[in-house]
């Protein structure tokens, strides 16, 4: 089993910054892309940011220049850098990972989310 765990999220103000975190633990033999994903309440899930093992990455049009993703392969463990925060960036994120669990077995695993809000 694969646990993702997902902290840094909170209340700050419109202009201001976060910094989430994504750690995976459990049985992992490797790890493919993880990604940071987000749902604003009666919106679709979407994907924020996609992260590569050779740590490519790939953003969406909305926080583009805003949002910065990094990986640490030794701690299996990704991070969303967030600045110039809008109010529309108000949401629940969670990290997603690509896990091979064996050189045979391979699944997707979720965090449990953690919340992001954006007001003055």
């Known amino acids: 089993q694969v646990q993702l765990v997902e902290s840094g999220g909170g209340l700050v103000q419109p202009g201001g910054s976060l910094r989430l975190s994504c750690a995976a633990s459990?049985?992992?033999?490797?790890?493919?892309?993880m990604g940071w994903y987000r749902q604003a309440p009666g919106k679709q899930r979407e994907m924020i940011a996609t992260?590569?093992?050779?740590?490519?990455?790939n953003y969406a049009d909305s926080v583009k220049g805003r949002f910065t993703g990094s990986r640490d392969n030794a701690k299996n463990t990704i991070y969303l850098q967030m600045n110039s925060l809008k109010p529309e960036d108000t949401a629940v994120y969670y990290c997603?990972?690509?896990?091979?669990?064996?050189?045979?077995?391979?699944?997707?695993?979720w965090g449990q989310g953690t919340q992001v809000t954006v007001s003055s």
């Open positions: 459990g049985s992992i033999f490797s790890i493919n892309a």
């Open positions: 997603n990972a690509d896990v091979l669990t064996t050189r045979l077995r391979r699944d997707v695993y």
């Open positions: 992260i590569t093992s050779d740590t490519s990455t």
